[in-house]
RNA sequence: GGUCCGUUCGUCUAGUCUGGCCUAGGACGUCAGGUUUUCAUCCUGGAGAUCAGGGGUUCGAAUCCCCUACGGACUACCA
């Protein structure tokens, strides 16, 4: 068997959207699993929607991921260049081999001829006007310097049929093909074109992308075969939507790499998460590393149908990874969501509270706000259902607690725990509601991230106490 | 409009090829209960899918066949 080589090909049009880093996953861990090669190659044959540093986004999005390619712009390799715009004279070349064989063809038919080409439905086919140019009218006009493409030139009989490794077997009419323009007036291959010449000249064995070019890879087999080239296998994708009808799309700023990165989600989490949406590992478990996507994957297990991204869930496997975070290196990156607070608090201490309790590190703002915003809460939070709390409860109990920790010697968790637990015995109350009267006293929030006696440690003995006075003064009121 | 692809809990999905073990399993979310120093973690449990709809084949269909509906892709000198 040959070896596996896998090319991620991406057009170098802005940021990485989830979708695409998808694919650039897949093709890793197929060319991983098979001790095969990952290629990147970029498709820059498009001059108008060249933007800038997107190639350098490309390059800092894969080595974040730990999808290292073996060959590419960057990295070199037995197969280049890699990048597409740097080899505008092979496909010239072959252009003119498929023209010599008939397989492709001069066009010099303007844009008023083409658009009168269009039918009642809006379709425009191109009615192979040009094919049947003598040799010295092309010969004539090409001196003439009247701009041309190439075109394919598509049997107009039979059928094409190929096989997919996600969709099965598909059959298509020839003549439901279009004589795609293989290569510009600019002089630069489409797509459909630099692709084939790419993927055989780099030697693809799989390849993998999105759906949206099932409809085209008749003619990319028709351009195999009129090379005499081996097709290579394919393995197109089912689209990630933003919800039932949309696809995930950069121009709405949907979904990108670089926005999860930056709000503190965790590369592998991402990749984890994305790996799992139209692959299924055929187990139980929902966490995996690269490494054990790389000894599980296998085409087998990709759906066909497409999939809605849920940042939900995506969440969640985030706080499962970021649990599992070394306190310190938590600590280190959690650092600069802390630099507008203005209290002194132990931010080492926060730091270990907030680890168990944080999806993502974009959530710790929210988390710690009570932290500097404490006037003018809703006093109906002392009001708590499940433990039974209410405010006239906390006007009863709040004083003996200010006397307590007035009293209190040591302040440490334990023993303020101690003092609280001796309370609830003499005042006659639920732990759950002396705790909760405590720590919305202190806090000011329904949700924080830690309890009553932590509470008094993280703010220390002297705004804890402040604290407390203010929240009497303001429920004698 | 034409061509191609798809359709199982709100979401990701298992099961479909090789019909019976599926009174459809798991995960996220949600709800309830429990542990806990409140919040969160963690644990347990519940609700949630007549398998898009209809017809057929069969002793038996989510699974095979046909039709319909809905959704998507393509239909560019974009990729």
Excluded at 59 to 75: C, F, I, Q, R
Excluded at 117 to 144: N, W
Excluded at 328 to 339: I, S, T, V
Excluded at 458 to 468: K, M, P, S, Y
Aim: hydrophobic fraction near 35%; charge should be negative.
């Amino acid at each position: 068997m040959t070896e596996v080589r896998t090319r991620f090909a991406p057009s170098p049009t802005g940021f990485m959207h989830i979708g695409n880093l998808r694919t650039a996953l897949y093709c890793y861990l197929y060319a991983r699993h098979n001790n095969g090669k990952f290629i990147l190659r970029i498709e820059d044959t498009d001059q108008q929607r060249q933007v800038e540093n997107a190639v350098e986004v490309i390059y800092s999005t894969l080595k974040l991921a730990g999808l290292n390619h073996d060959e590419g712009p960057d990295v070199g390799g037995n197969c280049g260049p890699y990048i597409q715009s740097e080899r505008r004279e092979i496909y010239k070349k072959y252009a003119q081999e498929l023209v010599d064989k008939g397989a492709a063809y001069y066009c010099f038919c303007g844009k008023e001829r083409l658009e009168s080409l269009t039918d009642d439905s809006g379709t425009r086919k191109y009615d192979k006007h040009c094919l049947h140019l003598s040799a010295s009218e092309i010969k004539e006009k090409l001196s003439s310097g009247i701009p041309y493409v190439i075109r394919q030139n598509v049997p107009s009989g039979g059928t094409t049929t190929f096989k997919d490794h996600v969709y099965g077997e598909i059959t298509v009419e020839n003549k439901e093909l279009h004589d795609n323009v293989l290569i510009k007036s600019d002089g630069l291959p489409t797509y459909n074109f630099a692709n084939v010449v790419d993927d055989h000249l780099m030697q693809i064995s799989h390849v993998f992308r999105g759906m949206e070019y099932l409809s085209s890879t008749p003619n990319y087999n028709l351009l195999y075969n009129a090379f005499g080239w081996e097709i290579p296998q394919y393995v197109h994708l089912p689209h990630i939507m933003k919800d039932k009808s949309r696809k995930l799309s950069k121009r709405h700023g949907d979904a990108n790499f670089e926005d999860f990165y930056n709000k503190g989600y965790l590369p592998e989490a991402i990749l984890n998460y994305v790996a799992l949406l139209g692959w299924n590992p055929k187990t139980e478990q929902e966490k995996f590393s690269l490494k054990e996507l790389v000894e599980l994957f296998a085409i087998e297990g990709i759906s066909k149908s497409s999939a809605i991204f849920d940042p939900v869930k995506l969440h969640w496997l985030n706080g499962l990874y970021i649990k599992e975070i070394p306190a310190q290196e938590f600590h280190k990156q959690a650092l600069p969501y802390y630099e507008n607070i203005k209290t002194q608090v132990d931010k080492t201490l926060l730091s270990s509270l907030l680890q168990s309790r944080i999806g993502a590190f974009s959530d710790i703002p929210e988390k710690i706000a009570f932290i500097d915003n404490f006037d003018n809460f809703d006093l109906s939070y002392f009001e708590n259902k499940d433990a039974k709390t209410t405010l006239e409860m906390a006007r009863q109990v709040l004083p003996a607690v200010l006397k307590a920790l007035k009293e209190q010697q040591e302040w440490t968790n334990e023993a303020i725990f101690a003092t609280y637990n001796a309370m609830t015995e003499t005042l006659e109350l639920k732990k759950k509601q002396l705790l909760w009267i405590i720590r919305i006293a202190l806090t000011g929030a329904l949700s924080t991230p830690c309890g009553a006696s932590e509470m008094c440690v993280l703010i220390g003995r002297e705004l804890t106490l402040q604290r407390l006075q203010k929240v009497l003064e303001n429920l004698q009121n």
